[in-house]
Nanobody, 116 residues
Framework: QVQLVESGGGLVQPGGSLRLSCAAS?????????MGWYRQAPGKQRELVAA??????NYADSVRGRFTCSRDNAKNTVYLQMNSLKPEDTAVYYC??????????WGQGTQVTVSS
């Protein structure tokens, strides 16, 4: 059974940076998973921030140019580098794993708060 654990959230001032990590355990085909970062702000629906597959990476318009998603398959870990953070980036950030061999899997989430 695949498990995902996010880390790296916290409180940061506007314009600051954070790096989120999502470590997968129990996975056999991690390098083949499509990994996504989602976020959910209070009172809003969960939205896709970035997704990284085996060859491509896609970003929401709201974060393109500021966030970078990457993966280290040797460590079964995906990252989200967030720069130039804005108050509207405040949310709980979740990672998700997709592959035909597993059910869609979510981490527990990590809180990111952007405030002065």
């Amino acid at each position: 059974q695949v498990q995902l654990v996010e880390s790296g959230g916290g409180l940061v001032q506007p314009g600051g940076s954070l790096r989120l990590s999502c470590a997968a355990s129990g996975s056999v085909f991690f390098s083949m998973y499509t990994m996504g970062w989602y976020r959910q702000a209070p009172g809003k629906q969960r939205e896709l921030v970035a997704a990284i597959g085996t060859a491509t990476t896609n970003y929401a318009d709201s974060v393109r140019g500021r966030f970078t998603c990457s993966r280290d398959n040797a460590k079964n870990t995906v990252y989200l580098q967030m720069n130039s953070l804005k108050p509207e980036d405040t949310a709980v950030y979740y990672c998700n794993a997709q592959h035909y061999s597993i059910p869609s899997t979510w981490g527990q989430g990590t809180q990111v708060t952007v405030s002065s």
